[in-house]
């Protein structure tokens, strides 16, 4: 597509209920992050994708959190059992190569998540 | 610990005059660095960068400085227009491994006003 596409825009749920959240990157875009942005924060670095090789998840807050990456391309990030702290703006990016000081990630809309 | 730092959370600027956004960080290790905008209801676009071996890096109406012994850079819009409103992350990219870990300051929302 043009342009990275996330789904769903918006979601409302429960505490406890699971979340999926996907990201449809650039077509040709090898790289794939997710990064987050709560109320008032910066936007923090979940996880990153890049090919085939194993993916960071150093930024991922909990064991609550995955993400996968099927294809080299669609991914999607789980969050499971939902607390109020997880509401936030999910932001899903990719990069045509790993980001190595060329210093362009192409971000999606995001997916605002609240939980109640 | 905050590593990248946006002091302003807003800055209100008249049409045609200067704005200027700051950012501050703290990790010496930092060898690049970004700006991104961000309107309402979509994602962040990449606006401008620079590489830590320079001072200044220029695009059209939009300059970045960059101050490596005052750990400090700063963004200058001129002239700002309406359509500059928007809010602005100041990133910065470590060097090795973790350098996709772009690290984001918490913005700066801009308001040009006509």
């Known amino acids: 597509g043009a342009g990275v596409s996330q789904s769903p825009s918006n979601k409302v749920t429960e505490k406890g209920k699971d979340v999926e959240l996907r990201c449809d990157p650039i077509?040709?875009?090898?790289?794939l992050y997710w990064y987050r942005q709560s109320l008032g924060q910066g936007l923090e670095f979940l996880i990153y994708?890049?090919?085939?090789?194993?993916?960071?998840k150093s930024g991922l807050p909990s064991d609550r959190f995955s993400a996968e990456r099927t294809g080299g391309s669609v991914s999607t990030l789980t969050i499971q059992r939902t607390q109020q702290e997880d509401s936030a703006v999910y932001l899903c990016?990719?990069?045509?190569?790993?980001?190595?000081?060329?210093?362009?990630?192409?971000f999606g809309e995001g997916s605002r998540l609240t939980v109640l | 610990d905050q590593q990248v730092k946006q002091n302003s959370p807003s800055l209100s600027v008249q049409e045609g005059r200067i704005s200027i956004l700051n950012c501050d960080y703290t990790?010496?290790?930092?060898?690049?660095f970004l700006w991104y905008k961000k309107y309402p209801a979509e994602g962040p676009t990449f606006l401008i960068s620079?590489?830590?071996?320079?001072d200044k890096n220029e695009d059209g109406r939009f300059t970045v400085f960059l101050n490596k012994s005052a750990k400090h850079l700063s963004l200058h819009i001129v002239p700002s227009q309406p359509g500059d409103s928007a809010v602005y992350f100041c990133?910065?990219?470590?060097?090795?491994?973790?350098?996709?870990?772009?690290?984001f300051g918490k913005g700066t929302k801009l308001s040009v006003i006509p």
């Open positions: 994708f890049q090919g085939n090789s194993a993916p960071d």
């Open positions: 620079i590489s830590s071996i320079k």
């Open positions: 077509s040709g875009h090898t790289a």
């Open positions: 990790n010496s290790m930092f060898d690049y």
């Open positions: 990016a990719s990069s045509l190569v790993r980001l190595a000081n060329t210093g362009e990630l192409f």
């Open positions: 990133a910065a990219n470590p060097p090795g491994a973790g350098s996709y870990q772009l690290t």
